[in-house]
């Protein structure tokens, strides 16, 4: 490898993050004639609203306007896919925690206690509160789907042994530190500038424009840096900077909406808790002949992101295995709960979770190890190696790596020692558990731009490592600017970890039109052949000549050569047919495999990591830091999600874990006591991505589905190896599973 | 003494002096909105984040005393007297990095950077009051700092790091502190009022003055009333620079700790004396919030899930309650009468807490349950104090956290316990008692099966700990692997 492509240099903005000079939306200089806007949210999961009486709002001190539905000049809509919710609810409000109103005021505080003046007259009506009560009533927010391969039924009819099982799985708030925010600023003529916190500039400015009654080229929207997002700020973002441009519109000054943390949980959505039923048949070796999936996720009062996520839980109820007869139905269940959105791995680790459950259970019902019924059921690389949705796997790498990780681990040993330890030991039970990840790169052929957008993740430093490389010069010469949808119109997304799959490949196509233009015009200038010519450390060498690059970039500056550039990139390959699930809709798969070991308090259902060690492929690492950093802080996001991060609403649809009191992501002290993480090395893409890397963001997640499947372990004897344990599994959860299983 | 209206305190090296402010402005509000040093984050507003973490230097004692706190729940009077460092202090305008700063940068500590600021302050309050940390001290140092990113490995490699560079000079300027006046505080804004007494008679009167007055201790629980309930408080009263109530005493017979006494003083020394109640105080909050909060904010607010009230009731502590008319003095199992109203009456405020030194042969413990190890709230929370003659039980209290409207004593296990030999079958009739003694409520930290099955099972790893059969606790446990 050339050049800073593949070193583990520290993030661009490191030095700016830890001095406080890094500035998020909310840090930006305030225009003098600013406004802070709040909301006013409903009280109620489901009610007709009769009437809203804002006088003691307007009345309240430094209140300068208030908005309502009825007041949005263009499109009461923020569904990013499909139109159906409402910015300000108009009619009824659909969720406890709706926005109904906005207030602008001339102080943060000031609006936000005027927002809680609001006497609304609400007609309460009946409200569907869970996944399993919309389905019974038939209750969607898109058609449910299915998916078949063979013949699941008969085959789990015929099978020597079956087990079936309904599971929950808990949802999960992405709790990015920075919460939502926007700040419309109106311009000349018209034209609105938008400052808005997302992942997402192109889509803020569409819907935006539409809210407001403009087009699109009426508004631009920029974007330096998010402090997190995670899927939170893909489509969210968008109600928030339409209710700041509403505000802003209205009243001709500047508006900023920044949401209260408590606010930010109960009005945004999360990512989908499921309730999933299964039935499997299965061989005496443990391998499944047929498998029957249920599964109903909660996606709340719109469609929003719900049905890519869903289809995504449809494509990865297999994760590493190989199922011939499948059957799966998915329901999209629309709920009086707020919407539920994209959180990195976007439906994927639902889908994981489901198929590791069966697994587990079949282990547990033969009495083998589930290491060894994982690997009995993986994908061939020859044979049995096509997907229930007709992608055939080229690039299987997980036998090797599984194989490589459980010698690594000390696995077997460690197993062997923990029950020997279990058997001795009365109050303090150990488990381990040994889980693969599958995870399907560049679904959908929509991402067509550059235009990334910054979170955290490291994106734009491995794309100024890619221009640096490509225009032979050092890191220092590139600068990294905002994403503004001015400069770089139509981008999609960054999402579904293609951030440097997309924005490192357009910003390569970019760099060598550059410096194929410079190269011509050096041959000509200095009359060598282009053959001859080389750019390397900010150094051009022409021939026997040497010019450091800013000389060259003179010279052609005078000879009108255009030395600026756009570049574009689409993945290739992919192609898939929506209705009957099958063609390719993955570029290709990044894999990785985990062991996790835990002690559990059989008298309080605590518990502790204890021991996790990690192999994951990257690809070619564009940079091993940033890489290592979306592994361990994946994992250890995917830990809280199975463990101690627990949604809860009340009987009234109120959501009641909405800040960091309530709501427990992990701390510093839940890290494994003894962490060891690899980056798989020699494991260049056999596609071809940039510099053969691999999307590194979302996969590194699922592999914490073996801290659950430890704790499972550590929960089962012999008189009952199947606990019920769910998930979440919080202390609660883990005793609740102790106790049902006799301990 | 006549009174100020006029706040002083250090930053950067200078002295800044305010009048007419708002009582009730936090500190994180004024360096963003009114400093525009947005160095400091917002992540939640109610001290459990951490993206608002900046340190603060007192003198105590004729030294320098620096702690981190949350500025999102700080009244701003409350800097009266003090030094304020934030992430822009270290780096002088980011000219140099301190060590800190570049053990972050060099350790790849931050990813979207928003808590960063954050971590850094810890971290920086860490360098200059321990000196070699122990990995536990590390992660109890950074226990109120949430990070969404990096899944803090970085930043514990980071905080090992820290230490290697050349030592910076001193942030610090006690000379320029020195010039802050040492009078009280009487500030008067719109009409509301800001009262920042130093002397206990003057509390006495300002309390018999004021008695709808707030007193703000610590402020970590008072702080949200403001940022999260947008309550309007007309009078404040804080007690933190009463000299009187900072005394913190090892007698004979009992510890005698002054009501503005901050959490991680007051557990040190209780720490001392029952070393077995450790665990539980590393689990109680934050540094943060230990470092601002009060032992006597934690009992006199009284919150049925304040995690010191059980030891404290379990091991006989006493309440001495002060007003202009004298003092008398209650026993904290007394003191609370239901949920949030205690035996205070207008004009009464906390002057001293005592707790009974352990005795010869005394056990004393105290366990907590949450979903998470560290700052998080009990959803369970036991105390118990155990006295033997021979096999028999000569003494036993217990007091709970978690299970009803207030901290109480489990009566009903105590009796069936007490005088009977500390056995099996006790302890089988004790359980089966704390199931007459409580009907726990279920909510989203626990529900009451789970609460009652776990206080039940908490005896028994008490009587399994003084048995001799106990394992350790998965905590402890997973800190030998």
Redesign the interface.
Known sequence: MRGVVGR?L??D????????????T??L?EPRDLLHVAVGLSDHAHARIRGIDLDAVIGAEGVVATCIAADIPGDNNCGPIVADEEILASDTALYAGQAIFAVAADTV?RA??AA?LAEIDYEPLEAILDPLAAVEKESFVLPTETMTRGDAAAAIEKAPHRVSRRLTLGGQD??????HIAMAIPQEDGGLLVYSSTQHPDEVQHLVAHAIGRSAKDVVCICR??????GGKESQAATIACIAAIMAVKTGRSCKLRL???DDMVMTGKRHDFVIEYEAGFDDHGRILGVDFMFASRCGISADLSGPVNDRTMFHCDNAYFLENVHITSHRCKTNTVSNTAFRGFGGPQGMHAIEYVIDDIARTLGKDPADVRRRNFYGKTTRNVTHYRQTIEDNILEDLFDKLEADADYRARRDEIRAFNAE????RRGIAMTPVKFGISFTATHLNHGGTE????LYIKVAQVAADELGVTLDRIRINAADTSKVPNASATAASSGSDINGKAVQAACRKIRGRLTEFAARHFSVSEAGIDFAGNVVSIGERELAFEELVGLAWFDRVQMFATGFYRTPKIHYDRDTFSGRPFFYYGYGAAVSEV???T?????????VDILHDCGDSLNP??D??QV??????GAGWLT?E?L?WNDKGEL??H????Y????????P???R?ELLENAANREDTIYRSKAVGEPPLMLALSVFHALRDAIATDANPLPDLRAPA???AV??AL?SNGS | MAASDRIQFVLDGNLVELTDVDPTRTVLQYLREDLRRTGTKEGCAEGDCGACTVVVAEQRNGKAELRAINSCIQFVPTLHGKELLTVESLCRGGESLHPVQQAMVDNHGSQCGFCTPGFVMSLYALYETNPAPTRREIDDALAGNLCRCTGYRPIVAAARAMYQAPRPDGLLHPETLAKTHGESLAIEHDGRRFFAPVSIAELAGLCARYPDATLLAGGTDVGLWVTKQHRVLDTIIHTGRVAELHTLETGATHIDIGAAVSLTDAMAVFVDQYPQLEEIFLRFASPPIRNAGTLGGNVANGSPIGDSMPALMAAGTTLVLRSADGSREIGLDDFYHDYMQNDLRPGEFLERIRVPLPGAGTVLASHKLSKRFDQDISAVCTAYRLELDGDTVSSFRMACGGMAATIRRARQCEQAVTGQPWNQATLTAGRAALAKDFTPISDMRATAAYRLRAAQNLLTRFYLETTGASEETVYAYGRQG
Request: proline share 5%.
């Open positions: 583990a520290p993030h903005s490191a030095v700016l993050h830890v001095s406080g000079t890094a500035a998020y909310d840090d200089p505080d936000r206690r809680r992405q709790f990015y530190l920075e919460g840096r998010m402090g997190g997002a995670f209260d943390r408590d030991h009365r109050v303090l979170m955290g993740q490291g002690v559990v308090d008298l309080t259902g605590e518990y502790r990591l204890t021991r830091a940033m290592l950093g361990e802080g994946g994992f250890i996001q101690s627990e809860c009641t874990t800040a960091p009191s309530t427990k992501i992990p701390t510093c002290s839940d890290l006591v003894d962490w993480v919080t202390p609660e005793l609740d106790v």
